[in-house]
């Protein structure tokens, strides 16, 4: 079955720090895909990032890095230099490949509170 | 381009009442997903279709709920009759399917508070 695990409720820290969401996955497929989303105050969920199980390379986009590491069945988030922009509620997410035919069904993790104070 | 497009975005009803939500998926997208999120329970799969199939309804908590996709460009989500519990933002989201993955996008949802 899948589970995605974001154990993190809420993460308090000051504009500026370095910050790291954590996410593990639980999966019986060998071929599956992981997802970030972000929901800000105004409510909407964005998309940030889709990741492939076989391709482990980390990415980095401007201030935004993600560290996949199938080892350990995670796939964290790390905000380098935050900033109060950046306060929202975070969500990983994971499909497994048997459902890309149909539209790549997701579960979510419960998300992790961002809150950056300035 | 647009992206997906809900409507009402917001709905305050009486209980017993029937309440319907719109959706409008991304042009060229063949998968459609409605969402319900509350601070309970967080972000739900109530139901979805591919090619305005119903693939997997298994979230749908109970027969007062039922939803349709009569074509390609249109969905709605009706919940009769309505209860205080149902109160929540429900999502819709769109992606295209077949090989590799694609990315839902969001609706930017509808707020639902039944009195």
């Known amino acids: ?118 | 381009d647009a992206g997906v497009i809900q409507s009402p975005r917001h709905e305050v009803t009486e209980m017993g009442q029937e309440v319907t939500l719109r959706c409008k998926p991304i042009s060229g997208h063949n998968s459609l997903f409605w969402y319900r999120q509350t601070m309970m329970r967080g972000l739900e799969l109530l139901i979805y279709f591919n090619n305005n199939v119903p693939i997997d309804d298994s979230g749908m908590p109970e027969d007062r709920f039922s939803a349709k996709m009569p074509n390609a460009s249109f969905s709605t989500l009706k919940i009769q009759p309505s209860e205080p519990r149902d109160s929540a933002v429900y999502f819709c989201a769109s992606t295209k399917s077949g090989q590799g993955a694609y990315e839902q996008y969001f609706g930017p949802g509808t707020r639902l508070t039944v009195t």
Not at chain 1, 93 to 108: I, Q, T
């Open chain 1, 1 to 118: 079955a899948q589970k995605v695990t974001q154990a993190q409720t809420e993460i308090s820290v000051v504009e500026k720090e370095d910050v790291t969401l954590d996410c593990v996955y639980e999966t019986r497929d060998t071929t599956y895909y992981l997802f970030w989303y972000k929901q800000p105050p105004s409510g909407e969920l964005v998309f940030l990032i889709r990741r492939n199980s076989f391709d482990e390379q980390n990415e980095i986009s401007g201030r935004y890095s993600w560290n996949f590491q199938k080892s350990t069945s995670s796939f964290n988030f790390t905000i380098t230099a935050s900033q109060v922009v950046d306060s929202a509620v975070y969500f990983c997410a994971l499909s497994e490949a048997f459902w890309a035919e149909y539209g790549n069904k997701l579960v979510f993790g419960a998300g992790t509170i961002l809150r950056v104070k300035s």
